[in-house]
């Protein structure tokens, strides 16, 4: 489930990295509350399915496919889907979901990807490019596994939604640079600590353009409609159909 921060830091930890983002620790919990939370289930799968259209026989990746709800989804609509994660423990859950032929393999984009040139008609990063401090690498292989006139789909953290809460919180963040942030999420009863590197949207599109890619949409989704009724409390001081959360973004490769 996305959250929105609660401790924004100005300086690199020096912590062993692996105290960050262990989602195997709370891959249980994780899993059931993105099932039903608002931000997950009622807003950002509606909206990237919504973007990604008729996906009927086109080959996609779900570039850190979780526990595969997203997965089931474009499954469901005809594509041929593969799934890839850092997280063993995620990856689980995803097989009790979707069965032991789905096929999933474990991968940190971070670093290269087991696939060859020109596999995927779409890729799908969905709210997982903010974990990573430097897009270029990540997003060179995105492009190299892309067929050419592929998309890939991306949702991340809104930039303006991440500087307003940090401003509501008393920072005083630096909106023009990279920054780092930690979180700490209980979920099933595991607490984890949760890092993220939040950029300004000049970075994000330049990093876009710069790997090869033509920005076809920039998108501020509404939320579907039965959310309302779900999440009264959520939208009591909300007139309209939408609300800042996420940012997302059709990219064409060249």
């Given at each position: 489930?996305?959250?929105?921060?609660?401790?924004?830091?100005?300086?690199?930890?020096?912590?062993?990295?692996?105290?960050?983002?262990?989602?195997?620790?709370?891959?249980?919990?994780?899993?059931?509350?993105?099932?039903?939370?608002?931000?997950?289930?009622?807003?950002?799968?509606?909206?990237?399915?919504?973007?990604?259209?008729?996906?009927?026989?086109?080959?996609?990746?779900?570039?850190?496919c979780?526990?595969?709800?997203?997965?089931?989804?474009?499954?469901?609509?005809?594509?041929?889907?593969?799934?890839?994660?850092?997280?063993?423990?995620?990856?689980?859950?995803?097989?009790?979901?979707?069965?032991?032929?789905?096929?999933?393999?474990?991968?940190?984009?971070a670093?290269?990807?087991?696939?060859?040139?020109?596999?995927?008609?779409?890729?799908?990063?969905?709210?997982?490019?903010?974990?990573?401090?430097?897009?270029?690498?990540?997003?060179?292989?995105?492009?190299?596994?892309?067929k050419?006139?592929?998309?890939?789909?991306?949702?991340?953290?809104?930039?303006f939604?991440?500087?307003?809460?940090?401003?509501?919180?008393g920072?005083?963040?630096?909106?023009?640079?990279?920054?780092?942030?930690?979180?700490e999420?209980?979920?099933?009863?595991?607490?984890?600590?949760?890092?993220?590197?939040?950029?300004?949207?000049?970075?994000?599109?330049?990093?876009?353009?710069?790997?090869?890619?033509?920005?076809?949409?920039?998108?501020?989704?509404?939320?579907?409609?039965?959310?309302?009724?779900?999440?009264?409390?959520?939208?009591r001081?909300?007139?309209?159909?939408?609300?800042?959360?996420?940012?997302?973004?059709?990219?064409?490769?060249?």
């Open positions: 489930m996305a959250r929105m921060p609660t401790m924004p830091e100005d300086h690199v930890e020096t912590a062993h990295p692996s105290r960050f983002n262990d989602y195997d620790s709370i891959a249980e919990g994780y899993t059931a509350e993105n099932e039903t939370s608002l931000l997950n289930a009622y807003y950002e799968r509606p909206a990237m399915l919504e973007l990604a259209g008729d996906v009927t026989g086109r080959r996609i990746l779900d570039a850190g979780g526990s595969g709800p997203l997965f089931a989804e474009l499954r469901d609509r005809g594509a041929n889907v593969t799934g890839i994660d850092a997280s063993a423990g995620m990856l689980e859950m995803a097989r009790q979901r979707l069965g032991t032929d789905a096929d999933l393999r474990v991968a940190d984009l670093s290269p990807l087991p696939f060859p040139d020109d596999t995927f008609d779409d890729v799908i990063a969905s709210l997982v490019l903010h974990y990573l401090e430097d897009w270029e690498p990540t997003l060179a292989e995105l492009r190299r596994v892309l050419p006139g592929g998309r890939l789909l991306v949702s991340v953290e809104h930039p939604c991440i500087t307003l809460w940090q401003h509501m919180a920072k005083k963040p630096k909106y023009f640079e990279t920054r780092i942030r930690t979180d999420w209980t979920m099933g009863g595991q607490t984890a600590q949760m890092r993220f590197w939040d950029r300004p949207l000049h970075a994000m599109t330049e990093a876009f353009t710069a790997a090869g890619f033509r920005i076809s949409v920039i998108s501020e989704p509404p939320f579907v409609p039965e959310a309302r009724e779900l999440f009264p409390e959520e939208f001081e909300i007139t309209g159909t939408r609300f800042l959360s996420f940012l997302f973004f059709v990219l064409e490769a060249g």
